[in-house]
């Protein structure tokens, strides 16, 4: 039987119980936001990923599978592995991308994204309100949303292809 070795909530918890690990880490995502979980095994991973989606359907998880080979080996892993692997560290890119362009919008204030509509008169030649480097910060964030879009419709293409080739 596995027992908690050391409980400190604010940073780390070894050796949960293995049932009662999903509990935990579904009540530390909740109070802390984001969570990095590393599993052991495939199985435990598998595990623990069914888990958090039965207690909390909406929790965004995220998965990093290891490498099926070892390094200077000459079989390359496999494609399925490379291909979840590019498809995690890409949908953390997007998201820590969007969020930082959240929170620069939010520190220029109505600045990010003025709107004033003589500015589409013929003849209108004012200076911009507010700082230059303001200006850009409503089409980024707007730009950095569709990549969210982007790996869902991804996703959705593979499992038609997928379901075509298998004949489902």
Known sequence: MNFINKI?????????VDGAVQLLVAQQSVHQGKLVYVARDDARMAQMQQGLAALDPDLNIQILPAWDCLPYDRVSPHAGIISQRIQTLSNLYSMARQ??????RQAVG???????????????NEPPIGPEDAMPLARQYFNLRKLSIYGGSNEIQKNIVAKTVLGL
């Open 8 to 16: 400190d909530l604010k940073e780390k918890v070894y050796g949960g």
């Open 110 to 124: 109505p600045y990010a994204c003025p709107y004033i509509s003589e500015q589409f008169d013929e003849g209108y």
């Open 99 to 104: 969020r930082i362009s959240e929170l620069l």
